[in-house]
């Protein structure tokens, strides 16, 4: 009775301890995915225009979603199913030594080739996910981008051309997923056989000593249960390969994004610009968006004095747009400066330039959330009575008070 009620001690003991590294676990790895999180979130804030005019969506998305999933996994389950691994490893082969040291060196001799046979898929594994997960940030980008302009698609009846391209990534996602599967299942199918083959040792050896009177039935049973202990480490080290081979490259590729220098940092001793009058001069300013690409601008000069009105005239495309992004340095010019108020754009933190450059936007973007909310972006702290102001000032008011049967300043 004594013996029975340690037993059952042991037994709850193991399962409060259980409950607690699950928990904890879940919450250290919860956390950590978060603080990643704010890092590449923070990350993405300081590229310029010219990182997202060649940067998918779906793929920035898969970066800060799917590979920071699996590499919070691995550092949440990773060193819990090595510790536990190793103390059970450990604790079952120096019970089977005791018992039989020639079966202990038997069953040690399966452990180098299953670490080669690991090493092996484990490369076959990594280059699979890769690639899976490059086609599953593809297909992101592909549903995003057709989502997106959703009204432009309705409007030119392509809805069989977007499912057409949608069905192109997804057949290349199965391509990728179908040999990472296989890598994975030769992976697994290999550790399970050398698990049964260590097992089938362990009967044999063991029948072969019950003939022999080496050992009775009650040692027998002790390394069966020594190899069912064993059983559960290399479970867990086969889960932990899984993991680490999802999480190294969910890790390769958060790495190569944060690697990834912002092209317009603050350049040091960067000013902040105060008191403006608004005067902006181009002193032979050119501009194209990449070195092999045509020139949007090409030795431009321009003078515009504060308080003056200037309009740019011209076809669809010659660069009025472009010309208006270099003020607030959402591009760099390639050549040439951009002065205001005497000071060159790059000698300006631009948080600072641009808090003073009101844009209307040609294309406008609306984010969740109230009205007010979104009229309130450009200066968060506006009280109600400004942004009422605000809307009457760009002749909106009237069309916000209409959305709703709430008055104006409700909304």
């Known amino acids: 009775m004594p013996l029975g009620a340690v037993m059952l001690a042991l037994v709850a003991l193991r399962a409060l301890c259980t409950l607690f590294v699950d928990f904890q676990g879940h919450v250290m790895g919860a956390k950590m995915e978060r603080d990643m999180h704010r890092e590449l979130f923070e990350h993405y804030q300081n590229f310029s225009f010219s990182f997202y005019d060649w940067q998918r969506t779906g793929q920035l998305m898969t970066r800060i979603t799917n590979d920071l999933l699996s590499l919070a996994e691995l550092y949440q389950h990773g060193p819990e199913d090595l510790s536990i691994a190793a103390r059970e490893l450990i604790g079952g082969l120096v019970i089977l030594a005791y018992i039989d040291p020639t079966l202990t060196l038997i069953v040690l001799c399966f452990l180098p080739v299953t670490l080669i046979f690991a090493l092996h898929f484990r490369h076959r594994m990594i280059a699979a996910l890769r690639a899976s997960k490059d086609s599953s940030g593809d297909i992101n980008a592909r549903a995003e981008d057709s989502l997106a302009g959703i009204r432009v698609v309705k409007s030119f009846t392509n809805e069989a051309l977007e499912n057409a391209r949608f069905n192109y990534e997804n057949f290349r996602f199965l391509a990728s997923r179908s040999t990472g599967y296989r890598s ?209 000032q760009a002749h909106a008011y009237d069309f916000i008070a209409a959305l709703t049967p709430r008055s104006a300043n409700e909304a």
């Open 184 to 392: 994975e299942g030769w992976f697994s199918g290999g550790m399970a056989a050398f698990t049964q083959l260590i097992t089938i040792t362990v009967i044999v050896f063991g029948a072969a000593g019950i003939a022999r009177a080496s050992f009775d039935l009650a040692d027998l049973l002790t390394l069966l249960h020594c190899v069912a202990v064993l059983v559960d480490p290399i479970r867990r080290l086969v889960n932990l390969a899984r993991l680490y081979h999802e999480g190294s490259t969910g890790f390769d590729r958060l790495i190569e994004m944060l690697e990834t220098e912002p092209d317009l940092p603050d350049l040091a001793g960067a000013a902040e610009l105060l008191n403006v009058r608004g005067d902006i001069t181009f002193r032979e300013v050119s501009f194209r968006y990449a070195d092999d690409a045509p020139w949007v601008l090409k030795n431009l000069s321009l003078e515009i004095s504060a308080g003056e009105f200037v309009a740019l005239v011209g076809a669809s495309g010659v660069g009025q747009t472009t010309l208006c992004s270099l003020i607030p340095r959402f591009y760099d010019a390639t050549s040439g400066e951009i002065v205001i108020d005497g000071i060159h754009v790059r000698n300006l933190r631009p948080s600072s330039l641009r808090k003073n450059i009101g844009i209307a936007q040609q294309d406008v973007y609306l984010f969740a959330g109230t009205v007010a909310e979104n009229l309130r972006y450009g200066k968060p702290g506006a009280t109600i009575d400004e942004i009422v102001e605000a809307a009457k």
